[in-house]
DNA sequence: AACCCGTGGGC
DNA sequence: TGCCCAAGGGT
């Protein structure tokens, strides 16, 4: 490690950089409330700034206070988080506003042990509010942290692996100031999304190119080492539009996994017919295409089954999409079906909505995309109604 | 440790 | 277009 005088002229060199050309604008950044910079850090998970600034803003008007948040209904919670991604982040939140109020009389515990028991915070965000709220010397490293250090020091470790995070937490601990530790983690977060950028980095721009052992050996392009992710798994699925007058026919998804708890046009996971086989969707795209007859029977053995109903009108096929999450790859065939009348001997997580209550419920991206397929190409259709 | 969990932007 | 990336955490 360097010697004492090197860390402290790196300290300065960061930090008068960072005065200079911080970002003090952040909504997150106008005071050291807890709260507000707890929330940010949560938003800002594997999410950049731009995405996140909009949705900061509405959620702390709507959620203003931990006690707010802890008695919201979850309805609430998913449909200010709708677009947002990895929903689990607001149920977290949520059970750790909760947490709070039980556990901490609603404050917000000021130790780092006690902040990394709350549900949603892990070693980054831990050390982030510890820093920045409490001002305590608390390492918060991400990928800009593990970018930044593994070319000042040409760490070779593989970011992707979890065990390497602590490897830079070890040389944070030693190198970050104890005097403004939250300017200090910030400031390498801030030099990690712009100079010390993963692509095209200016590292001679660099406040800290002087103590840039890759840049200064000419070995840049060597860090960081990362090795690569799995490709998402394709998977073709049929997507109904039930409708019924204005009403639409809506289901609930389980309480855990994909979109937990996400309101959807029902999708029907099996293929149908001579649908693509998974394994071929490597190769084709799912191109919409007529029912065959087996198709048509399965699609009326759904309305039967699920509905109870029968369709008048059916437009097999109005269209296709595919959608890519981090781990997989939906390919949905989009039928729009029209029945009479409203049946309500659903089953439970079925429901029969409005489209003009469709602002009220929370629609994750695949299912903003089916109905988008639905009103275009039904504009004229739908507005009768 | 490896896998699960979203979305949008950049090139 | 496909791939990489983003202020990660839970299990």
Known sequence: MWPEEKIQAFRKALLDWYDAAGRDHLPWRLNNDPYRIWVSEIMLQQTQVITVIPYYNRFMALFPSIKELAEAEEDVLLKAWEGLGYYSRVRNLQKA????????????????????????????TAGAISSMAFGLPEPAVDGNVMRVFSRVFEIGDDIAKPATRKIFE????????????????????????????????????SPIKDFNQAYQNG???LYPFKSKA??????????????SGDHFLLEKRPESGLLANFWTFPLVEENWGD???IEQINFLVAEPAPLNEEGMHALNTFLDEKVKMTAEQIQPAVGSLTHVFSHRKWHITVHHVVVEGMK????ENMQWVSRFDFPDYAFAVPQQKMWEIIWKENRKFLQSF
């Open 230 to 243: 799995k490709k998402p798994v394709p998977k073709t699925m049929q997507g109904i539009v039930i409708q």
């Open 344 to 347: 309500e001997d659903l089953p």
């Open 170 to 205: 070890g040389l944070v601990r030693v190198l970050i100031d104890p005097d403004r530790p939250g300017d200090f983690n910030q400031a390498i977060m801030d030099l990690g999304t712009d100079i010390c950028a993963p692509k095209n980095p200016r590292p001679e721009e």
């Open 97 to 124: 506003a909760q947490q709070i109020m039980a556990d901490y009389d609603g404050v917000f515990p000021n130790q780092p042990e006690e902040i990394i028991k709350l549900k949603g915070i892990g070693p980054y």
């Open 275 to 277: 649908w693509p086989k």
């Open 219 to 221: 070995t840049m392009h």
